[in-house]
């Protein structure tokens, strides 16, 4: 998947407080590899999540290998509603 780097902040950003910790609790995963995940820099992080970060318009583009973080996110947003 291809998304922009500033969609997918904006996305992190309307997530409740708590959020990154509850993916990663759901995952089985690292907390510090679902914030590297959304654009942050937590280089103690166990896993790496096939994030790659190409320069651009709109903060560039990111190409996701795996959504399986993302479509957490998006499932906690889609709660919200």
Do not use: C, W
């Not at 922009?4 to 089985?28: C, H, M, V, Y």
């Not at 690292?30 to 166990?46: L, M, P, Q």
């Not at 190409?54 to 889609?78: K, S």
């Amino acid at each position: 998947m291809i998304i922009t780097f500033n969609e997918l902040r904006r996305i992190k950003d309307r997530l409740p407080s708590g959020s990154s910790q509850r993916i990663a609790d759901e995952l089985g995963i690292d907390v510090e590899s679902v914030r590297n995940y959304f654009g942050g820099k937590h280089f103690d992080a166990k896993n790496a999540y096939g994030v790659h970060y190409e320069q651009g318009p709109d903060g560039g583009v990111v190409t996701l290998d795996d959504t399986t973080i993302l479509d957490a996110a998006m499932r906690i947003l889609n709660e919200q509603k």
